[in-house]
């Protein structure tokens, strides 16, 4: 029910749903004991900064927007898991503190993007004559298969890809949860990051890495996978030999047949290599 007047502070109660309706459809249908009744509205905001200093802003306290949707959780808890290894790694001195900056860096432009959309949204559900037009305009398009793949992977955040430079589709971009094959027998990636550390996936000739300055605090695991690689957004990719992926699931770096940048990647993201 869409209230009249903005502004109210008070807990909403069941006598004021009850009066909405009444003035609307002229009864109330005789509504009664409401498990929840709350009051939202429609403001659409983001804070400027999600950092400054020893302050950061995650979830509904960095962007707030209607709930049409129901994007707001699954970015908000994304926000957090972005930024919960930086800051253990920031905190343990294992990284420098310009590693916070990439929190906003990546997650500013994800959240500014969800609130375009659900401001779209609540353009498409008005009542009035354009608006109904523009909604079945839109709805035609969603029948379509690229389209309709397109949506789905925005609202699920599937179609998140952070700007980790210049190279093969994955890289920035989350990694999918594979049925791997390792020496501890089947296992799903997302299995793998269970313990927050990150994994260095070696799909190539087994024992072909040496990362022993990073031991510490990166996963190398060997493993076998057949099947296709496929991303939500946007379909087949070749198969990697190597993916490196970071605690919160994205991919920080590729390998084809060699291991350049693989070094750089590991001190970008988990800190210089520990000497003797
Ligand atoms: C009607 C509605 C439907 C929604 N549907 C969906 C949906 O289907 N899917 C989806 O993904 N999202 C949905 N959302 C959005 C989702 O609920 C929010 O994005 C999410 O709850 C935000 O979580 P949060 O932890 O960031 O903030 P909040 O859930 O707001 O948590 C903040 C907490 O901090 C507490 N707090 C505030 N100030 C202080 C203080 N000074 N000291 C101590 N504690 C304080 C508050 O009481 C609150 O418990 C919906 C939202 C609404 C309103």
């Known amino acids: 029910m869409t209230e009249r007047e903005l ?30 009744i709350t009051r939202f509205t429609d403001a659409a905001r983001q804070a400027e900064t999600y950092r400054k200093g020893r302050v950061l802003l995650a979830g509904d306290a960095a962007h707030v927007h209607y709930p049409a949707g129901g994007q707001g959780l699954n970015v908000g808890v994304q926000d957090a898991v972005n930024l919960g290894w930086k800051l253990a790694q ?20 994800v ?8 401001l779209a949204q609540v353009a498409l559900m008005r009542r009035d004559d354009r608006s109904q037009a523009a909604w079945k305009a839109v709805s ?27 190279g093969h589709p994955l890289l920035g971009r989350h990694m999918p949860d594979l049925d791997l094959v390792t020496a501890k027998g089947p296992q799903r990636v997302f299995a793998l990051l269970h313990d927050a550390r990150p994994l260095l996936l070696n799909l190539g000739e087994s024992g072909g890495f040496d990362i022993a300055p990073w031991a510490d605090r990166v996963s190398l695991i060997d493993a076998l996978f057949a099947g296709p690689w496929e991303l939500p957004a946007i379909g087949a990719v070749t198969a990697p ?27 970008t993201w988990f800190g210089s290599p520990a000497t003797e």
């Open 7 to 36: 502004g109210g502070t008070s807990e909403p109660t069941l006598r004021d749903l009850s009066e909405g309706l009444i003035r609307v459809y002229g009864t109330d249908y005789g509504v009664h004991s409401p498990v929840w």
């Open 90 to 109: 920031v905190i343990q001195a294992m990284s420098p503190e310009w590693l916070l900056d990439t929190y906003e860096a990546e997650r500013h432009p």
């Open 111 to 118: 959240g500014a993007k969800v609130l375009q959309n659900s």
């Open 140 to 166: 035609e398009l969603l029948k379509m298969d690229e389209p309709r793949k397109r949506y789905a992977a925005m609202m699920t955040g599937l179609d998140i890809r952070y700007d980790f430079g210049e």
């Open 241 to 267: 030999t190597a993916v490196l992926v970071r605690p919160d699931g994205y991919v920080a770096w590729v390998g084809d047949v060699t291991q350049v940048g693989l070094a750089d990647a590991l001190t």
